[in-house]
Nanobody
Framework: QLQASGGGLVQAGDSLRLSCAASGRTFSSATLGWFRQAPGKEREFVAAINWSGSSTWYADSVKGRFTISRDNDKTTGYLQANSLKPDDTAVYYC?????????????????WGQGTQVTVSS
């Protein structure tokens, strides 16, 4: 089970730190991903991190501004979002996958959190 939190209403240029608290044993051996969905748009990949934290991947739109991390001892993942833009406005979801495959494919993630709203005003 995953619980995303940390969203809110911020101004352009501000920062937010999203958290994804996990329960169960799967988290520590799974790839953690963050996705987002804006109104009227499809869900899109944001960032992912492998089980050990040794590899990370980012969408071009957030590269250099967002940082994904994890603490397996706390079974929690994070997404540090800096220099936020109005285009970053969306519901952000965390998810985990245990199968091998492309990290940006939402269909490979078996477990999803409920989402946290991020709204960036201009």
């Amino acid at each position: 089970q995953l619980q995303a939190s940390g969203g809110g209403l911020v101004q352009a240029g501000d920062s937010l730190r999203l958290s994804c608290a996990a329960s169960g044993r799967t988290f520590s051996s799974a790839t953690l991903g963050w996705f987002r969905q804006a109104p009227g748009k499809e869900r899109e990949f944001v960032a992912a991190i492998n089980w050990s934290g040794s590899s990370t991947w980012y969408a071009d739109s957030v590269k250099g501004r967002f940082t994904i991390s994890r603490d397996n001892d706390k079974t929690t993942g994070y997404l540090q979002a800096n220099s936020l833009k109005p285009d970053d406005t969306a519901v952000y979801y965390c998810a985990v996958k245990t199968v091998l495959g492309l990290y940006y494919l939402a269909s490979l993630y078996a477990y999803w959190g409920q989402g946290t709203q991020v709204t960036v005003s201009s």
